[in-house]
Nanobody, 114 residues
Framework: QVQLVESGGDLVQAGGSLRLSCAASGSISSINTMGWYRQAPGKQREFVARITSRSSTYYAASVEGRFNISRDNAKNTVYLQMSSLKPEDQAIYYC????????WGQGTQVTVSS
């Protein structure tokens, strides 16, 4: 089993920045890819970014150039640095870890005021 705990969600003005963290615990060795998804009210959950065990990164087109995903293997933590935030970035952000199974965190709320 893998447990994921997100933090860092907050209220921020449009154009501002925020860093989300996702701390993993449990069967860490089983994880190869970690990522972030988001879900806005009335919308489906969508992919935001992911980082592989070899630190290859992938981004949704809507956040490319504004968001940066990174991982600290010593801390078993993945980060999502978000810059130039837009009102449409407002959502609950979920951390995801993929290994033998797919694990999800409880989510952290990001609110962007215009």
């Amino acid at each position: 089993q893998v447990q994921l705990v997100e933090s860092g969600g907050d209220l921020v003005q449009a154009g501002g920045s925020l860093r989300l963290s996702c701390a993993a615990s449990g069967s860490i060795s089983s994880i190869n890819t970690m990522g972030w998804y988001r879900q806005a009210p009335g919308k489906q959950r969508e992919f935001v970014a992911r980082i592989t065990s070899r630190s290859s990164t992938y981004y949704a087109a809507s956040v490319e150039g504004r968001f940066n995903i990174s991982r600290d293997n010593a801390k078993n933590t993945v980060y999502l640095q978000m810059s130039s935030l837009k009102p449409e970035d407002q959502a609950i952000y979920y951390c995801d870890a993929k290994g033998a199974y797919d694990y999800w965190g409880q989510g952290t709320q990001v609110t962007v005021s215009s």
